[in-house]
Nanobody, 124 residues
Framework: QVQLVESGGGQVQAGGSLRLSCKAS????????MGWFRQAPGKEREFVAT????????LYTNSVKSRFTISKDNGKNTVYLQMNSLNPDDTAVYYC?????????????????WGQGTQVTVSS
């Protein structure tokens, strides 16, 4: 059973940065596509970014392109989300997800494993 544990969330002012981490255990991390999703209060969970099993290819939702960077360290079984130039619209609970490398990773249905989430709050 794969377990994912996120960390690194917190409160930051607009324009600031945070780096989220997601540590995996109990599975073959190097073969998984990993993704980050977020859910703001009263809204549905939305795709943020995904990275392929080898860490070479990545994809982002338009609203975070050029501000967020996803990376994967197979040696540490960890995926990261570096978030720069944060704004209040980025406020949400951020979830890490892992799944088959077969899929594109833009849909929550592409993932089998989910973390518990970490809160990110951006104040203006």
């Amino acid at each position: 059973q794969v377990q994912l544990v996120e960390s690194g969330g917190g409160q930051v002012q607009a324009g600031g940065s945070l780096r989220l981490s997601c540590k995996a255990s109990g599975g073959s991390f190097m073969y998984y596509r990993m993704g980050w999703f977020r859910q703001a209060p009263g809204k549905e969970r939305e795709f943020v970014a995904t990275i392929g099993a080898t860490g070479v290819t990545s994809l982002y939702t338009n609203s975070v392109k050029s501000r967020f960077t996803i990376s994967k360290d197979n040696g540490k079984n960890t995926v990261y989300l570096q978030m720069n130039s944060l704004n209040p619209d980025d406020t949400a609970v951020y979830y890490c997800a892992g799944g088959s490398a077969y899929y594109s990773g833009e849909s929550a249905t592409h993932y089998n494993y989910w973390g518990q989430g970490t809160q990110v709050t951006v104040s203006s």
